[in-house]
């Protein structure tokens, strides 16, 4: 099975026993105004690392256990709301709340597995070729301080 169909099945699952879907993507920004990326083991790209919101879970709550599960990144104080943007890319329904991250600890980084292929580190000019159209746009929204787009 390749790569996008058991994101789509994954994602189809999700919307036969959720009516709507609510993921988290953080903007994680270092003391140097470097911008942290993820690259996923099923999906190809650079991508703000995040994913879904959980039952019973906060958004906020969902976004820091992403950050340390994917990138070992500790969020410190509270992630600033950058926006919540309709993902028509998957559904309908699909909505993504974007934060950005300016305070944290680096924790350890874990290993490479099938989710997250690699994290790296990268200067908002100088992004890998392969980073997502809406990545990029966040990006340039935050570091430009202009308002989020409505859809991802």
């Given at each position: 099975?390749?790569?996008?169909?058991?994101?789509?099945?994954?994602?189809?699952?999700?919307r036969l026993t959720r009516g709507m879907t609510l993921g988290v993507k953080a903007l994680v920004i270092d003391e140097a105004g470097h911008i942290l990326l993820a690259r996923h083991g099923y999906v190809p790209g650079?991508?703000?690392?995040?994913?879904?919101?959980?039952?019973?879970?906060?958004?906020?709550?969902?976004?820091?256990?992403?950050?340390?599960?994917?990138?070992?990144?500790?969020?410190?104080?509270r992630p600033r709301l950058h926006g919540l943007l309709l993902n028509r890319n998957l559904a309908r329904r699909d909505h993504v709340a974007v934060y950005v991250v300016e305070q944290f600890d680096r924790g350890a980084i874990?290993?490479?597995?099938?989710?997250?292929?690699?994290?790296?580190?990268?200067?908002?000019?100088?992004?890998?070729?392969?980073?997502?159209?809406?990545?990029?746009?966040r990006?340039?929204?935050?570091?430009t301080n202009s308002p989020p787009a409505a859809h991802w």
């Open positions: 099975m390749g790569p996008r169909l058991f994101t789509r099945m994954v994602h189809g699952w999700g650079w991508h703000l690392p995040g994913g879904g919101v959980e039952v019973g879970e906060t958004a906020e709550e969902a976004l820091a256990r992403e950050l340390r599960e994917e990138t070992g990144i500790l969020a410190l104080g874990p290993p490479p597995n099938r989710e997250i292929a690699e994290i790296g580190v990268f200067a908002p000019d100088r992004l890998p070729e392969t980073t997502t159209g809406p990545t990029r746009r990006i340039h929204e935050v570091i």
